[in-house]
């Protein structure tokens, strides 16, 4: 599976030519499922207005950004219903969206729903994260970033899917603790591969090969 990891969504060209090329085709020819599961277990949005502004495409720039078709699949509903009503349409579908929200939270239904056992068989497929969504991908996480814990004391550790953690929103004005001392704190407790990225930021991991891509500011950090 090829990979978009973002910050803040596909929010400028340089990122969205990272996306076609991924794509091998317009946008518009392609079909998504939007992936909201993450935001409800984030302390800060959870359910409601958030949730509604990422599937509709309101606020983000993940869902709006002019696909043939956006459903939704929702990670929690997933283990009610047999696996031949939803794994036929991840399969046949070209974008998987990931909201942003609570990594640990995404990874837990992740693993419960199966997802996290298909997606290494989605040759074809291309995966976007936001934020959380996008932190789900690397080996941790880091405590700055835990919101949520399994009530059932599961091991709810992120995916690995990467080899490398990342720092997100570096120096968002409305998030004045993702400051860079900040991340190089982070980043020492982490002890691995590291980035700390800001919202014109994003990874393309494609074939192994990992480029970052930019019109802002990003570092790698010891």
Known sequence: ???L???AGVRNPSIRAALDDLLGR???DCTALCIPTALYGHPWVGPGLNA???ITGTTDHMTGIGWKSVGVLELTALPSIPQERWVPLVRETDVLLAAGGDALYLAYWMRRSGLADLLPSLDDSVYVGMSGGSMVMTPRVGE???GWTAPDG???TTLGVVDFSMFPHLDNPELPDNTQAAAER???RL???AYAVDDETAFVVDGGVVDVVSEGTWRKLA
């Open 26 to 28: 317009p946008v518009a």
């Open 52 to 54: 509604w502004n990422f």
């Open 186 to 188: 982070w980043a020492a």
């Open 191 to 193: 002890g691995g591969p």
């Open 1 to 3: 599976m090829k990979l």
């Open 154 to 156: 599961d091991d709810v």
């Open 5 to 7: 990891l973002t910050s």
């Open 144 to 146: 700055e970033f835990v």
